[in-house]
């Protein structure tokens, strides 16, 4: 039985997803610089006086969270599911040695049509902070399903 | 003679991220050979947004209408009034396309089906399964979003079924306006015109993609 | 690369980013994503995907590498992208970028950024604001 999206949408959007906290090292910042192509020192030098992490970092540590960064009861879906796309948006520089906190929320739910037929999307929003409460990035994970309850 | 682009998006659309002003710069910039925009918005059409302010500064017409969802694929609605909004809901992805077809005639606007050579999704496709559907007389042939031998296979069955073929870009950033236009022989400033236009069938596709 | 080198309608240079099976396998050990979609042809087939694909975020580093590559010491403030048709591993695509608005107050210029396969089909289209000085 598919879901009704308005009911969907009524029920989820605004519910938080609770907030995740995730230690930044030197190491990864440099792993996902270069396995991203860059060149550029402040990104891949450690030395460098601005070292700091590449723009789409803290997307990795919301992807990685997968289906579990939904809330707790959000109807489970069915076959596959796919990234429909991301947006971050850079506040602060996040350097070695950030410890970030992430609060999780929905922030929309809707449905189209596309290539892929069907398609339910739901908008995913990470607020990143620092230790100092400074916010550093705003992730937006949009997730494609064809949402069909069990 | 007005060369439209007929199918457009801007950050209205839930995938579109084009400001309507970035697309009226880079049509100056670029001194692309459009005379103005029509603006698609999916699901939806916008009725408060005002761009007669830019329209003056840039000599471009921008025209508002909407991509709406249907059985047979996406459908563009050209001369959305308040009487058509009423007749289905733009926002559902399920409206019957023979519905749609009907409502438009019934106010006065024109639907005409967008990327019908879309594989598996496109008007044609569901043609293939589900048979025609009758009131179609106009669909768009070509679309700059359009992978290789798409278009191709929309103005071949378009040819089949005696249908008008028109163009638009479908683009969702600035830099894809004009891919895809649609070349009228009338002068044309405003959405009746337009209507008007797309009723007379004095009208063909035509492609600036490089 | 300074502001006032930039004008409405620059196009960077475009590249063609290694989306290799091996920067692949590189991407997913720091992500620790144990998918098989993304390094394993076969099984991506056998899922209706044309081969491995490769991570949506990691083409959209890509863009920013060459953005940072394009302007050395600019500022991403922002990157946006939409995912539409997946990238295949050990292909070629193209990655390209155009300004499309300069905004003299701040110093910021907004591009479009876009990941072409070689199909020709768009697999990520976008934006991205970058700030200068």
């Not at chain 1, 922030?107 to 908008?123: C, Q």
């Not at chain 2, 077809?101 to 496709?125: D, E, I, M, S, Y």
């Not at chain 3, 302007?71 to 970028?97: E, N």
Request: one cysteine or more; proline letters at 4%; hydrophobic letters at 35%.
């Amino acid at each position: 039985m598919s879901v009704d999206i308005q009911d969907l949408h009524q029920q989820w959007v605004g519910a938080e997803c609770g907030s995740s906290s995730y230690d930044v090292n030197t190491d990864r910042l440099l792993a996902f610089a270069n396995a991203c192509g860059e060149t550029d020192p402040r990104f891949i030098d450690p030395e460098d006086a601005e070292f700091q992490s590449t723009p789409g970092f803290t997307t990795i540590i919301v992807s990685g969270q997968g289906s579990e960064a939904l809330p707790k009861d959000f109807p489970q879906f069915k076959g596959r599911s796919i990234d429909g796309g991301k947006s971050v948006e850079i506040h602060h520089p996040i350097r070695p040695g950030d410890t970030l906190t992430g609060k999780q929320t929905i922030a929309d739910i809707y449905e189209k049509t596309g290539r892929s037929g069907k398609m339910v999307f739901v908008v995913h929003r990470t607020e990143f902070t620092n230790q100092d409460d400074q916010p550093v990035t705003t992730v937006d994970w949009r997730w494609i399903t064809n949402l069909v309850e069990d | 003679m007005t060369i439209l682009d007929l199918h457009s998006h801007s950050i209205k659309s839930d995938d579109g991220r084009a400001k309507v002003e970035n697309y009226c710069q880079w049509i100056q910039k670029k001194e692309l050979p459009l005379d103005g925009i029509v603006l698609t918005e999916h699901r939806q059409f916008d009725a408060t947004s005002d761009y007669r302010d830019l329209e003056d500064r840039f000599g471009i017409a921008i025209m508002k209408a909407s991509e709406v969802e249907t059985d047979y694929g996406h459908v563009l609605v050209f001369g959305v009034n308040e009487d058509l909004v009423n007749e289905f809901d733009f926002a559902r992805i399920d409206n019957s396309l023979a519905t749609v077809l009907a409502a438009a005639q019934r106010c006065g606007a024109v639907a005409a089906p967008c990327h019908p050579g879309r594989v598996n999704v496109g008007l044609f496709a569901h043609y293939a399964t589900k048979g025609p559907v009758p009131g179609v007389k106009l669909v768009e042939v070509y679309n700059g979003g359009s992978r290789p031998g798409e278009d191709e296979f929309s103005e071949t069955e378009a040819a089949k079924y005696n249908y008008l073929g028109f163009g638009g870009s479908d683009s969702h950033i600035v830099s894809r306006i004009g891919y895809c236009a649609t070349r009228f022989d009338d002068d044309i400033t405003d959405i009746t015109d337009l209507v008007a236009a797309l009723k007379s069938e004095r009208f063909e596709a035509v492609s600036f993609r490089s | 690369m300074r502001y006032s080198d930039v004008e409405l309608g620059d196009e960077l240079p475009t590249e063609n980013p290694d989306v290799s099976m091996a920067r692949i396998i590189q991407f997913v050990e720091l992500t620790g994503w144990k998918f098989p979609r993304f390094t394993d042809h076969e099984f991506a087939r056998a899922e209706g995907l044309p081969g491995a694909i490769v991570p949506g975020i990691m083409s959209q580093g890509l863009l920013a590498a060459m953005i940072h590559r394009w302007a050395p010491g600019c500022r991403i403030k922002k990157l946006d992208t939409v995912f539409r048709t997946p990238m295949v591993v050990d292909s070629q695509p193209v990655c390209s970028a155009a300004v499309t608005d300069c905004d003299d107050d701040t110093n910021t210029v907004e591009l479009d950024i876009t990941v072409v396969t070689e199909e020709g089909a768009t697999s990520v289209l976008g934006t991205a604001l970058v700030q200068f000085g």
